[in-house]
Nanobody, 121 residues
């Protein structure tokens, strides 16, 4: 069993930055691909970024060049650095884990509880 706890959300002005963190409990963190998803009110949960267990990262087109995902296996933590934030980035951001997977919403093994990110214009 893996528990994921997100932190770092908050209120920021457009153009600002936030850094989200997701701390994972349990063993074998390095065998999990990790990802971030977001969900705005009334909308579906959308993919934001992922970093595979073997390395390599992918991003949604909407965040490419602005967001960076990284992981620290020694700390069992994955990060999402968000720069040049826009009002449309406002959502609840969820951390996700999938063992040896590609981290798509339908195959995620574990979800965090979410952290709110609000970008004011």
């Amino acid at each position: 069993q893996v528990q994921l706890v997100e932190s770092g959300g908050g209120l920021v002005q457009a153009g600002g930055s936030l850094r989200l963190a997701c701390a994972a409990s349990g063993r074998s963190f390095s065998s999990y691909s990790m990802g971030w998803f977001r969900q705005a009110p009334g909308k579906e949960r959308d993919f934001v970024a992922a970093i595979k267990w073997s390395g390599g990262s992918t991003y949604a087109d909407a965040v490419k060049g602005r967001f960076t995902i990284s992981r620290d296996n020694a700390k069992n933590t994955v990060y999402l650095q968000m720069n040049s934030l826009k009002p449309e980035d406002t959502a609840v951001y969820y951390c996700a884990a999938e063992r040896y997977g590609t981290v798509v919403v339908s195959t995620v093994d574990y979800w965090g509880q979410g952290t709110q990110v609000t970008v004011s214009s």
